[in-house]
């Protein structure tokens, strides 16, 4: 299963940064992505610029509506993600709380859809289902 | 045990398991380095692991996982020797100094960051080792590099847990007995070491995908295993063009896997399958490992051959605007590198796809009759399944009908089986 880790920053926790050298910076995530590499795990990450250089694109009016970053009220900015290929949840857990990040970071942690999440109604997901099931069940049947 | 407590105790176990899987290399590589003996190592890490999984749940995970694991795997070591009542003065000497490290801390990195990927490395030839049977090679790595629990292992090949505990046991009194020491192989061994290596990952991989025996058509976390472990090799290995070859085969082979079974759980062959279902994530990768391995100008090997092959499936938008020639001829450079009747049958194939509704199948069709005293082929169900599809599609139905019966006949795969006698029954579809 893949799980996508994203960071969101808050504004004390770009601030704070700033105190930190970027090189140190740049170590840190380096030995982070690099262990994550070297355990196979990781499929995909980027960083994303500053907010400044971003815009969002707002499609509650009739048009869609394009506000330059940054965008005031947000508490929080996405600043990167990496997608994560791995066995369970909690292994996704254990690689995310060894992101290099200090207070006011989060990661968000959500896993990516596969084929079972399509929609259920689907009578062709629906036996896709079933037939998983029936696997597993035969291989509970067939450990114990 | 209450539900929540259960759930409690079930999500602390897979904790557990989930530092194991990301540190088990590492830690088995640096007990090795530490007692200098891998089979004792590997005792000692399933001890910490053990003792892992009784003590964590109920006091909670340590702070830094690797090191508590590390720790308890140097402890056992020195009481294995102290009963051994061997190297007394070791025994001191280690004693002090696993104190001073469990003083100095907790939280420090439980190996030297330089040396762990080289060690890790040794780990990977050794559990590939030539002087071990194919079986235990796969059952050893996935134990020692991949983390994977026995009882994991005989679940994905479908045997007693017993069998594989036993395969462990036997490859680490063969590695013993055979004296293999802790190392990278020389440089005039390495090409055959690691073409060792990679041929226990594609193994690893192929049972994963296409279950030889009973009903199961793929068991899809093998592979994905396997997919991992390839990585693992390529961060490892950069530098071999053939461990890019191998990374990027198995991408663009899982790439294909949503849409290789339909709703019934049956096999779904190449030609009928729903391209928009491939991993595109998966093929973007796999492309990138190719180009990788074709960046060292060496031209590819039969991994990286049989990927370009894959490659020209996965971005082709149909089977007819396929470019079969360039598939042909990776099958002909995959022919002169390893020739097989198995590749000369699927040139066969990507032949009669290329020149032709009729030209095609009926150049393949000789090819392939050609191919019918091969002893390699004799017992199996691809050279009459190949020939019933040829047949069929230059009209000739009642032989078509023939070779799928006996391809049917042929083969252990129960709903490849059931494939092949519809295809007996209606041979042009």
Redesign the interface.
């Known amino acids: 299963m893949q799980y996508m880790l994203i960071m969101r920053d808050s504004d004390e926790a770009i601030e704070a940064s700033k105190d930190i050298p970027f090189e140190q910076i740049i170590e840190a995530m380096g030995k982070y992505n690099e262990a994550m590499m070297q355990a196979g795990v990781l499929i995909a990450g980027e960083g994303l610029t500053d907010a400044s250089e971003g815009f969002v694109v707002d499609f509650s009016h009739e048009t869609p509506l394009i506000t330059d970053g940054p965008y005031g009220e947000t508490k929080e900015l996405f600043n990167g993600f990496w997608i994560l290929e791995v066995a369970s949840r909690e292994e996704a857990a254990e690689w995310a709380s060894r992101c290099p990040l200090g207070p006011g970071s989060k990661l968000e942690v959500r896993r990516v859809h596969g084929v079972e999440d399509f929609p259920a109604d689907n009578e062709w997901i629906e036996k896709e289902i079933g037939w998983r099931e029936e696997q597993a069940e035969r291989r509970a049947a067939q450990q114990g | 045990m209450d539900d929540v407590t259960a759930r409690r105790a079930d999500?602390a176990r897979?904790?557990v398991?989930?530092?194991w899987?990301?540190e088990a290399a590492k830690i088995v590589a640096v007990l090795t380095r530490y007692t200098g003996d891998f089979a004792l190592a590997e005792d000692l890490a399933q001890e910490a692991l053990a003792e892992a999984l009784e003590q964590w749940p109920e006091r909670g995970l340590p702070r830094n996982g690797a090191a508590w694991l590390t720790q308890v795997g140097k402890r056992r070591a020195v009481d294995h020797w102290r009963r051994q009542e061997r190297y007394a003065d070791r025994i001191a000497a280690l004693g002090h100094d696993l104190e001073r490290e469990q003083d100095a801390a907790a939280d420090a990195v439980p190996w030297d960051p330089d040396e762990i990927?080289d060690d890790?490395l040794r780990l990977v030839f050794t559990a590939c080792h030539p002087a071990l049977p194919q079986q235990a090679r796969v059952a050893l790595t996935l134990r020692v590099v991949g983390g994977l629990e026995t009882?994991e292992i005989a679940?994905a090949f479908?045997v007693p847990v017993a069998t594989i505990q036993q395969r462990i046991v036997r490859a680490k009194q063969a590695l013993a007995d055979a004296g293999v020491p802790f190392e990278t192989p020389s440089r005039a061994e390495r090409p055959a070491r690691i073409a060792a290596v990679l041929g226990v990952l594609y193994l690893i991989f192929t049972e994963g995908h296409a279950a030889t025996e009973g009903?199961?058509w793929m068991r899809p976390?093998l592979a994905?295993e396997a997919?991992?472990?390839?990585?693992?090799l390529a961060?490892?290995q950069p530098d071999e063009p053939e461990v890019h070859g191998l990374l990027a085969l198995l991408e663009l082979t899982a790439a294909r896997f949503?849409a290789r079974?339909d709703?019934?759980?049956a096999p779904v062959l190449l030609a009928d399958q729903d391209r928009r279902?491939w991993d595109r994530?998966a093929i973007r990768?796999g492309r990138a490992a190719l180009r990788r391995a074709e960046g060292f100008g060496r031209g590819l090997g039969a991994y990286g051959l049989q990927a370009a092959i894959a490659e020209c499936h996965a971005v082709a938008p149909s089977v007819e605007a396929t470019d079969w020639r360039r598939i042909v001829a990776a099958y002909e450079g995959l022919e002169r590198l390893r020739p097989s009747p198995v590749v000369a049958l699927n040139r066969a194939v990507a032949l009669s796809m290329a020149d032709g509704p009729d030209a095609g199948p009926a150049a393949a069709l000789a090819i392939v009759d050609g191919l019918a005293g091969e002893r390699a082929l004799a017992a199996s169900h691809l050279l009459p399944s190949v020939r019933g599809e040829l047949l069929a599609r230059l009209g000739r139905d009642a032989e078509a009908a023939g070779a799928f019966a006996l391809a049917a006949e042929r083969t252990r795969n129960a709903r490849e089986r059931a494939v092949l006698l519809a295809r007996a029954a209606s041979p042009r579809r």
Request: aromatic share 0%; hydrophobic share 55%; proline share 3%.
């Open positions: 999500s897979r904790a398991v989930a530092v899987r990301i990927a890790v009882a679940r479908l009903d199961d976390d994905l997919l991992r472990l390839a990585r693992i961060a490892l949503p079974v709703a019934q759980g279902r994530g990768r």
